[in-house]
């Protein structure tokens, strides 16, 4: 069976940072690009970031650009999400998900989420 | 970045009603498209990739269909297990993007 498990949420004051995690199990984690989405409170849905399967590669939503870094670890089967210089509106839960196929593809499986609030 | 739109925002139907949820592509998109389930507390499921076909597990009372900038999701009868948040998203290119979503609740 397919898992995602998140986990490094929490609360956090503006300006500062985190380090999301995601652990993968019953796949190849090699072969499949990854990814970031997050969801504000009783909002919708929002990509983050994608990393490709080696690593090398990396997309980055315009709202997290330059404050967000993604990575991967092939080694432990993990993929990282590192956020700095977090605001307010980056409170959200955070998903990673799995390309569905190997090609560019939609997202299946999402992992539960991991929530992350940023306030004084 | 290629924008999406969906209709309704929200409905309101009885079990056994046929649903139909619009999403409206900016721009082109091929059949770069996918729609999502997402109740409440739970991580979001795939339903439809590639505009139309079934992702596996899915009932069949569910289907897509479109191209390029008009989709549709259906559900033929709708259940009790059925009332739900429904997202499509494209994966044409990125930044990849999300519709607002279209709430499914009980008349």
């Known amino acids: 069976e397919v898992q995602l498990l998140e986990s490094g949420g929490g609360l956090v004051q503006p300006g500062g940072s985190l380090r999301l995690s995601c652990v993968a199990s019953?796949?190849?984690?090699?072969?499949?690009?990854m990814n970031w989405v997050r969801q504000a409170p009783g909002k919708g849905l929002e990509w983050v970031s994608t990393?490709?399967?080696?690593?090398?590669?990396?997309y980055y939503a315009d709202s997290v650009e330059g404050r967000f870094t993604i990575s991967r670890d092939n080694s432990k089967n993990t993929v990282y999400l590192q956020m700095n210089s977090l605001r307010a509106e980056d409170t959200a839960v955070y998903h990673c998900?799995?390309?569905?196929?190997?090609?560019?593809?939609?997202?299946?499986?999402w992992g539960q989420g991991t929530l992350v609030t940023v306030s004084s | 970045a290629i924008q999406l739109t969906q209709s309704p925002s929200s409905l309101s139907a009885s079990v056994g009603d046929r649903v139909t949820i619009t999403c409206r592509a900016s721009?082109?998109?091929?059949?770069?498209l996918a729609w999502y389930q997402q109740k409440p507390g739970k991580a979001p499921k795939l339903l439809i990739y590639?505009?139309?076909s079934l992702q596996s597990g899915v009932p069949s009372r569910f289907s897509g269909s479109g191209s390029a900038t008009d989709f549709t999701l259906t559900i033929s009868s709708l259940q009790s297990e059925d009332f739900a948040t429904y997202y499509c998203?494209?994966?044409?290119?990125?930044?990849?993007?999300f519709g607002p979503g279209t709430k499914v609740d009980i008349k």
């Open positions: 019953g796949f190849r984690f090699t072969s499949y690009v």
């Open positions: 990393i490709d399967n080696s690593g090398a590669t990396t």
């Open positions: 721009q082109g998109i091929s059949s770069s």
């Open positions: 590639d505009a139309s």
């Open positions: 998900a799995k390309y569905y196929d190997f090609g560019r593809s939609p997202f299946d499986p």
């Open positions: 998203q494209q994966f044409k290119s990125f930044p990849f993007t």
